[in-house]
């Protein structure tokens, strides 16, 4: 008896890798819909505040240190505060790139999600398989009249697209609703 593979319809071509040689995740047919330039603000302001809440715990060991409470030599409590501000300062150099690096898809059977600068990731969420929907904003984000979609399954899986127009992700969850009581019919 021979056995034969079982043929799946396509909706993305395979990952070729672009035909030039790079290795690239992102197939050039995919036009992603990236979020609002806005949403920088939100992620700067977000990261300064974590920035001060950080250098403020490493300079605990300097300043137990300074008033011979901790025994710790000035090299190494210097160092760590040193190291936590250069890690700081590198964190919010990449916010500017990391927020271009996010973007959404809708595809014929799954929405796609993009983001990261160094380490790029693409995430396919059928919408058969979509559980609900929810558009949440926070304080930062409601003042800049963005928002943030989240897209739940039943697994778990969830992807989350922030900083999007007020406008554009009441229409996306709209949309994804609707999209996703068509296919899971069929399921």
Do not use: C
């Not at 290795?23 to 939100?42: F, G, H, L, M, Q």
């Not at 240190?65 to 090299?75: A, C, D, H, K, R």
């Not at 590198?90 to 927020?99: A, D, E, H, K, N």
């Not at 899986?157 to 229409?171: R, W």
Request: aromatic share 10%.
């Amino acid at each position: 008896m021979e056995t034969t593979e079982p043929r799946f319809s396509q909706t993305l071509p395979p990952l070729d890798f672009d035909g030039r040689g790079t290795s690239t995740i992102d197939p050039a047919e995919i036009d992603w819909k990236r979020v609002s330039p806005r949403y920088v603000k939100v992620r700067l302001i977000s990261r300064v505040l974590w920035s001060v809440f950080w250098l403020l715990l490493a300079a605990l060991p300097l300043v137990g240190s300074s008033l011979g409470n901790w025994g710790w030599p000035l090299w190494l409590t210097g160092g760590i505060l040193a190291l936590v501000a250069i890690w700081q300062i590198w964190l919010t150099v990449l916010v500017r790139g990391r927020v271009k690096a996010i973007g959404y898809s809708e595809r014929r059977d799954h929405l796609l999600k993009t983001n990261g600068v160094f380490f790029r990731k693409v995430r396919a969420i059928p919408y058969g398989r979509i559980q609900y929907v929810d558009v949440t904003s926070g304080p930062l984000e409601s003042r800049l009249k963005l928002a943030r979609v989240v897209v739940n399954t039943a697994s778990s899986a969830s992807i989350s697209i922030p900083g999007l127009p007020t406008a554009t992700a009441e229409q996306l969850r709209e949309t994804l609703t609707d999209l996703s009581d068509a296919k899971m019919v069929g399921l």
